[in-house]
C-alpha cells in the first residue's frame, strides 16, 4: 500500500522567511498528492493538490513540487507568517480507490 | 454550509461502554471516511465509504464498526470501547471515490475528542 512519510517532524522559521516541508513516498502508482495544514484543535484543511503528470503547481504564496524519480514531494510557502504556525500532511492516492494514506505530519512554527 | 459536522466534540468514557460518534455532511458527499489522530502517527484511516449502503475497512478497524444508511450519514461506533481507543477522531468527506474524475479533496470536520478511562 501507499506509505507517506515526512523527513522532519518540526521545521522552526522566522516570520518572513520561505518554508520548505518535504514528504517522501514508496507506492511509485502514486498519481495523485494532497497537502493538508491542520491548526491546533482544528479538522485538516486542503492548501493545495499536485496530479503526477505535473511537476510544479502553485498557489497563493505556495507551491508544490513532484519529483516522480525519487518520489519525492515538497511543499514551499513563501514568506512565511505567524497564521502559517500549524502542522502539514501530505496525503498520496493511487489505484481505483483514491482514499488517501496520510503522512505523520510535520509542525511548522513560525517566529515572529 | 455546515460541511461536516461532528459529534459530541468531546466525550470521557468508561471502558467496556458503548459509544457512537456521529458525522453528518450536507455537501451531498459520495464517500466519507473516518480517521483516528495520535501524536506521532498522523491521521490512520478506520473505515469509509464509497456510497451510500456500502462501507470497507480502512487500516486500523478493530474495535470499530460503521454504518452508511443514507449519504449524509456515517456514525462510527465502539461497541465495547477500550483506552487504546483515546483519540481524535475525524470525520471526512469527498465528492470522488474509485475514480480519476473530480479533485478527490477531503473535506474534514473539527473532531471528536475521545478519552476512555
Known amino acids: 500500500g501507499e506509505s507517506v512519510g515526512l523527513h522532519l517532524p518540526t521545521l522552526s522559521v522566522q516570520e518572513g522567511d520561505n518554508s520548505i516541508i518535504n514528504c517522501a513516498y514508496s507506492?511509485?502508482?502514486?498519481?495523485?498528492f494532497i497537502w493538508y495544514k491542520q491548526e491546533s484543535g482544528k479538522g485538516p484543511q486542503f492548501i493545495i493538490d499536485?496530479?503526477?503528470?505535473?511537476d510544479k503547481r502553485q498557489g497563493q504564496r505556495v507551491t508544490v513540487l513532484l519529483n516522480k524519480t525519487v518520489k519525492h514531494l515538497s511543499l514551499q510557502i513563501a514568506a512565511t507568517q505567524p497564521g502559517d504556525s500549524a502542522v502539514y500532511f501530505c496525503?498520496?492516492?493511487?489505484?481505483?480507490?483514491?482514499?488517501?494514506?496520510f503522512g505523520r505530519g510535520t509542525s511548522l512554527i513560525v517566529h515572529p | 454550509i455546515a460541511g461536516i459536522t461532528q459529534a459530541p466534540t468531546s466525550q470521557i468514557l468508561a471502558a467496556g461502554r458503548r459509544m457512537t460518534l456521529r458525522c453528518t455532511q450536507d455537501?451531498?458527499?459520495?464517500?466519507m471516511y473516518w480517521y483516528r489522530q495520535d501524536l506521532g502517527l498522523g491521521l490512520r484511516l478506520i473505515h469509509y465509504?464509497?456510497?451510500?449502503?456500502?462501507?470497507g475497512k480502512g487500516e486500523v478497524p478493530d474495535g470499530y464498526s460503521v454504518s452508511r444508511a443514507n449519504t449524509d450519514d456515517f456514525p462510527l461506533t465502539l461497541a465495547s470501547a477500550v483506552p487504546s481507543q483515546t483519540s481524535v477522531y475525524f470525520c471526512?468527506?469527498?465528492?470522488?471515490?474509485?475514480?480519476?474524475?473530480?479533485?478527490?479533496?477531503?473535506?474534514f470536520g473539527e473532531g471528536s475528542r475521545l478519552t476512555v478511562l
Open positions: 496525503a498520496g492516492l493511487s489505484g481505483g480507490s483514491y482514499i488517501p494514506t
Open positions: 455537501m451531498r458527499h459520495n464517500a
Open positions: 499536485i496530479r503526477s503528470n505535473m
Open positions: 471526512a468527506s469527498s465528492e470522488t471515490s474509485g475514480s480519476r474524475e473530480g479533485s478527490g479533496e477531503l473535506f
Open positions: 507506492n511509485s502508482a502514486s498519481d495523485y
Open positions: 465509504s464509497n456510497t451510500a449502503g456500502t462501507t
